[in-house]
């Protein structure tokens, strides 16, 4: 039932394996509908061209959310889970069979929900808000998928318990899978969520239960919208961890500080999700701050901890290896070359600069009032769950193809741009989206024209400008993830088996030599480019309460 | 090293002086970000209300009419056009695929909104100022405007209401 990998000296379980590979493959399928349904979006709303009707713009806009936002997400997520329980502790599979379940329940649900939004019964976007209503068969099918996703979520708990048993491992787990471990702590309260309001709603969509208050149904539906989003930034952040080591060999300056702050996400995240009723009627303006900044910021500041613990631990690896003239010549003589470091990289940054600063304003109560339902909210999660989180994901396939598929990279020159593309053009794309609306363009909108309507209104004319970006930034990002997919499918499917370490396209860097005395700083250019991010980070805030000050007054 | 399990005595290492500094003004920053939200309560000019009641569609559809009835002065595009008197309570409704009434304002008087939806929900958004609230069925959310600019302003709808949902535009306008 094992193999040794002959590369890592891994025990793999094969029975793990195949559920990886299963998990993977219906990753990409999924993205594969999201991203072209992307593409249809961006041709849409960009006036100029428009190209969809209007009941096909919302239908394939909830096809966009729940493909790209829910299933190609969770089920690499699940991929992962199974990967750090298993491969990376040297230990076996608890339950392949409970693994098939949790598949076959999240494939089910996948092809319902898919089919209940083309079919033209659930048109109702991914947060499907009640007293909006679609076919009872739609959110049986979301129950469906998290009910299998939950199993995965519990298998990967009795995986660590018999890694522990059987003393697979050393005394402490490795920081990969014990940041998954908090991803998974979050996981199993967010989809608790999801059951409790799926449950009733189904009811009520079956007419057995009256009818549902719209308020409760949004406070406790991002108990489960946001916090898996949390889910995701808590696995990428595994995964930065697990790229800095596999691409220059680099560890966590002090453990401790990267253990505490994944137990801070597991503390903080989860009320975080109360930002998204910042500005509704409900509740108090003690409870929305109480709740989105007090404790959001537990999780604020584990992000900042990340933001400096993984670009130090590959700053300190390169240094170790003698790239320290200056304060970037670690960065400059870095494996540019190798997808999955590129990848990381350009996830860190986009995470950060855009994702991060945003959300901290879209967080923040008062500020709110600006963003709230206008397209800066999708920028922000372009910065957050696809410039940040695919595209770690996208990187970290690049070593699963080989290990996990036993396949070499197809078009290895097409993987080096393939990062590059699909990050440049997302960032381009959460960008214009912000300052869009900023402009107060809104989102899930079909025509800013408004034509047919009693009044018209014309936004300022500099929205022009920006709707090119926006579908240039769109454009690039869907070929972006369009060369990934080509590269991973052409490789599992049709590429060359890997026979052993010669076929290894990508580095597996070794341990760096262990550090010399040395006075002073241990990543001064890290240092630098944390407190860049500050500077950036308080304008941006300083910009925002400006212009907020300036509005009509409102209490 | 991310795959494999720590070094011996890992909890015992120091912070480096770099993370400490940085883990140090991260933690201020926090610490600021959140009093001045509360701050703002004090001193600040905009803040998303707090009083909110709880009604029927069929309540706040009656009150509306009722104030709208009173205040009338003219039509619009087929919507009604009112003009309330500064400090006074003003209702807006939301409704598939339409804001009502028209509302007529004076800058810098104060006036008490009552916006309330009577199907699904619908987002306030006021343009091109740019402030956005959402509308509930079932709550009345009350926010008291002071307009600080004349013109005219448009409130388009947010939040996704059905196939309509583009052409729902409705007008404030706001004289010296």
């Known amino acids: 039932m094992f193999r040794t990998c002959d590369i890592t000296g891994l025990k793999v379980d094969l029975r793990a394996e195949r ?361 922000h999660f372009k910065g957050t769950v696809v410039g940040g989180t695919t595209l770690a994901f996208m990187g970290a396939t690049y070593y699963l193809i080989p290990l996990i598929f036993r396949k070499k990279i197809a078009f290895f020159g097409l993987a080096k741009a393939q990062p590059w593309v699909f990050g440049l053009g997302i960032a381009v794309l959460a960008v214009s989206m912000y300052i869009l609306g900023a402009f107060g363009v809104p989102r899930r909108h079909y025509d800013i024209t408004f034509s047919g309507g009693p009044f018209t209104y014309t936004f300022n004319p500099a929205v022009d400008f920006f709707w090119v970006l926006f579908a240039i930034g769109g454009i690039t990002a869907v070929i972006g993830a369009l060369m990934w997919i080509l590269i991973v499918v052409f490789s599992v499917f049709l590429g060359q088996p890997v026979r052993g370490p010669q076929d290894m396209q990508l580095q597996i860097a070794s341990p760096p030599p262990p550090a010399k005395e040395h006075h002073g700083f241990e990543a001064p250019g890290t240092l630098t480019l944390t407190l860049l991010f500050m500077g950036v980070f308080l304008v941006f805030l300083l910009l925002n309460w400006g212009w907020l000050a300036a509005m009509w007054e409102v209490k | 090293m991310a795959l494999l399990p720590p070094e011996e005595g890992w909890y015992y290492k120091r912070v480096a002086k770099d993370e400490k500094m940085w883990i140090a003004l991260a933690l201020v920053v926090c610490l600021i970000l959140f009093f001045w939200m509360i701050v703002w309560h004090i001193y600040g000019r905009q803040n998303p209300s707090f009083t909110t009641y709880r009604t029927t569609p069929q309540e706040f559809n009656a009150l509306a009419n009722a104030f709208i009835n009173k205040y009338r002065t003219g039509e619009m595009n087929g919507i009604p056009v009112v003009e309330p008197p500064p400090n006074s309570d003003v209702f807006l409704v939301a409704k598939m695929w339409r804001w009502e009434p028209v509302l007529v304002l004076k800058k810098g008087q104060e006036y008490r909104f009552h916006i309330s939806s009577l199907d699904l929900l619908h987002g306030f958004s006021l343009q091109p100022v740019n402030m956005n609230f959402m509308v509930y069925p079932g709550y009345d959310y009350v926010l008291t405007f002071k307009p600080t600019s004349t013109g005219e302003f448009a409130i388009i709808c947010n939040e996704f209401c059905g196939i309509g949902h583009h052409t729902m535009i409705g007008k404030i306008i706001v004289k010296e």
Not at chain 1, 133 to 147: E, K, N, R, T
Not at chain 1, 190 to 213: E, F, H, M, Q, R
Not at chain 1, 333 to 348: D, E, K, Q, R, Y
């Open chain 1, 19 to 379: 559920l990886i590979q299963l998990n993977a493959v219906m990753a990409v399928v999924s993205l594969l509908v999201g991203v072209i349904a992307a593409l249809l979006l961006v041709l849409t709303r960009w006036q100029v061209v428009h190209l969809l009707p209007v009941e096909w713009y919302y239908r394939i806009l909830t096809l966009h959310g729940l493909n790209a936002l829910i299933f190609w997400i969770i089920f690499f997520e699940v991929a992962g889970l199974y990967f750090g329980s298993t491969v990376v502790l040297n230990s076996r599979m608890s339950s392949p069979k409970f693994g098939w379940l949790a598949f076959i329940l999240m494939v089910l649900g996948f092809l319902l929900v898919n089919y209940t939004i083309l079919t033209g019964s659930a048109d109702v976007l991914m947060t499907s808000y009640a007293p909006l209503q679609a076919s009872p068969i739609y959110y049986l099918g979301i129950i469906l998928f998290a009910v299998g996703a939950l199993i995965g979520v519990f298998l990967f708990f009795a995986n660590l318990l018999i890694a522990r048993k059987e003393r697979t491992y050393g005394d402490s787990l490795p920081l990969f899978t014990f940041g998954l471990v908090a991803a998974a702590i979050i996981a199993t309260l967010t989809l608790a969520t999801g059951a409790i309001i799926y449950i009733p709603t189904l009811l009520w969509s079956l007419g057995i239960i009256k009818s549902i208050d719209a308020g409760v149904y949004k406070l406790v539906w991002w108990g489960l919208g946001h916090s898996s989003q949390q889910i995701n930034v808590t696995a990428m952040i595994a995964v930065w961890y697990l790229g800095a080591f596999l691409t220059v060999g680099g560890a966590s300056i002090n453990e401790k500080v990267s253990r505490f702050a994944f137990v801070f996400y597991v503390i903080g995240i989860n009320v975080a999700s109360a930002h998204h009723l910042l500005v509704d009627p409900g509740p108090s303006p003690a409870w929305k701050v109480f709740n989105t900044s007090y404790i959001m910021y537990i999780a604020v500041l584990a992000s900042m901890i990340h933001a400096f613990a993984v670009p130090s631990a590959v700053e300190s690896a390169q240094r170790r290896r003698g790239f320290t003239k200056g304060l970037f010549d670690w960065l400059k003589n870095a494996p540019w070359g190798n997808p999955a470091f590129s990848a990381v990289f350009l996830s860190i940054i986009i995470f950060g600069f855009i994702g991060g600063v945003t959300g901290v304003v879209n967080g923040m109560e008062q500020t709110n009032i600006i963003v709230h339902n206008t397209l800066s909210i999708p920028g």
